[in-house]
C-alpha cells in the first residue's frame, strides 16, 4: 500500500514541511532579517555582526529605488489614462447632445407609425451610447484614483525607508 499516488504524495507533502523554517521572522524586523537564528535553517549560525556594513543600506537604497520606480509608473500609467479621460469627456458632450435632439424628434409628432417607430429607436440607440460613455469614464475615474493612490502609498513606503 506504501506504493499508491495517495501515500507519495503525502510523503512528499510531509518531506517538504519538515524544510519549513519555524524561526521565519519577517524581513527587516529587529529579530535579524528574513530567518531568525536559532533552529535547523543554513547550519544555525548568525550572521557575524561586523560583515559588510554598507550591504544592508546598499539592499535599502535599492529597494527605495524600486519604490520610487513603481510609483512613477503608476503616475505615467494615470497620465495616460488622463489623456484617455479627457476625450472621453469630450465625445460624452456630443452624444448627450445627440441624446436629447434624437428624444425631441422622437416626442415630435410623426405622419406614420414606422417614422415614429424607427425616430424612438434612434433615441434609445443615443440614450444607450450615452450611458455606455458614462460608465466608461466612471470607469476610469476610479482606475485613475487608485493608480494615484498606490504611488502615494509606494512614495510613503520608500520614505519610511
Given amino acids: 500500500m506504501a506504493d499508491t499516488w495517495a501515500a507519495r504524495w503525502a510523503s512528499a507533502w510531509a518531506s517538504g514541511a519538515a524544510r519549513y523554517d519555524m524561526t521565519h521572522v519577517p524581513a527587516g524586523s529587529p529579530a535579524g532579517g528574513q530567518f531568525g537564528t536559532s533552529g535547523s535553517g543554513s547550519g544555525g549560525k548568525a550572521a557575524p555582526k561586523g560583515a559588510a556594513p554598507g550591504a544592508a543600506a546598499k539592499?535599502?537604497?535599492?529597494?527605495?529605488?524600486?519604490?520610487?520606480?513603481?510609483?512613477?509608473?503608476?503616475?505615467?500609467?494615470?497620465?495616460?489614462?488622463?489623456?484617455?479621460?479627457?476625450?472621453?469627456?469630450?465625445?460624452?458632450?456630443?452624444?448627450?447632445?445627440?441624446?436629447?435632439?434624437?428624444?425631441?424628434?422622437?416626442?415630435?409628432?410623426?405622419?406614420?407609425?414606422?417614422?415614429?417607430?424607427?425616430?424612438?429607436?434612434?433615441?434609445?440607440?443615443?440614450?444607450?451610447?450615452?450611458?455606455?460613455?458614462?460608465?466608461?469614464?466612471?470607469?476610469?475615474?476610479?482606475?485613475?484614483?487608485?493608480?494615484l493612490a498606490a504611488a502615494e502609498s509606494l512614495d510613503a513606503q520608500a520614505a519610511r525607508m
Avoid: F, N, Y
Fill in 59 to 147: 539592499k535599502e537604497d535599492t529597494a527605495e529605488a524600486a519604490l520610487r520606480a513603481r510609483a512613477a509608473a503608476d503616475r505615467a500609467q494615470a497620465a495616460r489614462l488622463t489623456t484617455q479621460l479627457k476625450a472621453l469627456e469630450a465625445h460624452q458632450v456630443k452624444t448627450a447632445t445627440a441624446a436629447r435632439k434624437a428624444a425631441a424628434a422622437a416626442k415630435a409628432h410623426h405622419p406614420t407609425h414606422h417614422h415614429a417607430a424607427a425616430a424612438h429607436h434612434r433615441a434609445r440607440k443615443a440614450h444607450a451610447r450615452h450611458a455606455s460613455l458614462k460608465t466608461r469614464i466612471a470607469g476610469l475615474k476610479q482606475q485613475i484614483s487608485g493608480l
